[in-house]
């Protein structure tokens, strides 16, 4: 059988895989970046309780493998009457761990911004929340984008796990033409391509077109 | 069935849970050990004068780096065989890891080198040393410390990533894992003991890099004590 009629056959199939790669990709990306900024906050909080609740989080998801935090948020939870749809159970496992390496992004963010500029907006009387939310927050895009970027690769080649739990995805099909058809180099090696021209050619391109963005904001980059 | 957490049962499947974990460390150490060697060769791929190589080379590790590593193993397990390659999960395991990370290896090498100021190497044109002598006397010493904590970054990383061995079926941690749940037809237990063994081996490891990378920011001057 020809590449093109592998192709022709079951193209398709893996297609619709990559759409909901694509859609798990979008929200976990939403997730992980919400549960970033506020842990990333609550780490520097004053408050030690509030400070102690972000470190447990970050460290525990940070010392844990990703597929085990899947694998216990799919079949353990149920054991606590929590059942989720598996492909919930996806975005919120990889929300959740990517959200605790982004919270460190966010603090190294925030702690790279000028001390000069909290003095200022303290000078200028601002309030703690507007402080963070007008002053600070708008600054720090420029600094945590680069990294944030190579989490976000990071995040789409983590994608692949979800097919573990009987999530329907790029490689869920793959596996599944595998274990029909045998030919082994042409589906596991068009998926290689899909995943690596998603990222090269889509993914990383947004994410330079994101922090060029940022950058100009503050006045930093060529108009 | 019994909800909540029942102790007999964990203490019960303990001892094959800890036969395990010896499996997933000796995985993880060996896929390291690969991978550092492997960085090495990209490394040199990318030094070389030659503009061809290097681009290959870049090709390479930019296209191993952004496609995911449980598509990797399943294409060295299953693809290698139709071309006469006979290998057992372990081997497929080790070698794909050791691809897999030694690029990333290779950026972390690449980083400590550049990070040995250039000045050393025109001093050391002045002085009329060889290059092997450079780098063995002068470079290599002075960038081996740079790059400790981005090599102990990805020890701990690769520890992580070794549950993804199971789906190939390598008998580590998570493979007995999941082969006990599916036994006694309760995940709870071997699960949450498995999340709990890799808190216990990776979170002091995890710190034990975090304070290499302090010593030597301190050792180069690049923050205060």
Redesign the interface.
Known sequence: MSYFAFLAEHGTTLLLGTVTTIKVLICSMILYVIISMIFGLMRLSKNLVIQGIATVYIEFFRGTSLLVQLFWVYYVLPFFGISLEAFVAGVVALGLNFGAYGAEIVRGGILAVPKGQWEAAHALNFSPAKRIKRIIIPQIFPIILPPAANLTVELLKATALVALVTVVDLTFEAKQINSITWLSAQCFGTALLIYYIMARLALVPFLRWLEVLAARKVGRGKA | ME??FRWDFAYEILPDMLWATLNTIIAAGVGYAIALVVGLFFLLGQRTPSKIINGINREIV??IR???????L??VY??LP?FGIKLSAWVCGMITIGLHFGTYLSEVYRGALEGVSKTQWEACRALNFSTAYTYRKIVLPQAFPIAIPGMGNYLVGIF?????LS?IGVAEL?HAA?AV?GYNYR??EP??M??II??IL??PA?MWVRKLERTVNVAQGKIKQ
């Open positions: 909800m909540g930019e296209f952004s496609t995911p590593l449980l598509i990797q399943f294409f299953f693809v139709q992580k990533d070794t549950p993804l789906t998570f999941t749940g995940y709870l699960y949450t498995v999340g890799f808190l990776s979170v995890a």
